[in-house]
Nanobody, 124 residues
Framework: QVQLVESGGGLVQAGGSLRLSCAAS????????MGWFRQVPGKERESVAR????????GYADSVKGRFTISRDNAKNTVYLQMKNLKPEDTAVYYC?????????????????WGQGTQVTVSS
């Protein structure tokens, strides 16, 4: 079992930056693939970024490539999402997710554990 708690969301102007953190508690965080997702009302939850258990591979949605960076610190049981050059269309609730496995995973259905989400609002 893994418990996930996101933090770092907030209100920022377009062009600004935020860093989201997801702290995990429970067993064997280093064995888990992690992902960041976002959701706006009325739309499906979408993958933003993902990272393998050892940080050896990452992946990004086309809409955030070159602006967002996912990383993890297994010693701190934490995964991060550095977001730069934020745009109003990045406004959403951001969730982190975890699952066991050696690959990185894209769809929400592939993940077993979820945090409660943190709101990111980008003003124009």
């Amino acid at each position: 079992q893994v418990q996930l708690v996101e933090s770092g969301g907030g209100l920022v102007q377009a062009g600004g930056s935020l860093r989201l953190s997801c702290a995990a508690s429970g067993r064997s965080f280093s064995n888990y693939a992690m992902g960041w997702f976002r959701q706006v009302p009325g739309k499906e939850r979408e993958s933003v970024a993902r990272i393998r258990w050892n940080g050896g591979s990452t992946g990004y949605a086309d809409s955030v490539k070159g602006r967002f960076t996912i990383s993890r610190d297994n010693a701190k049981n934490t995964v991060y999402l550095q977001m730069k050059n934020l745009k109003p269309e990045d406004t959403a609730v951001y969730y982190c997710a975890a699952r066991g496995g050696i690959y990185d995973y894209i769809t929400p259905e592939e993940y077993s554990y979820w945090g409660q989400g943190t709101q990111v609002t980008v003003s124009s």
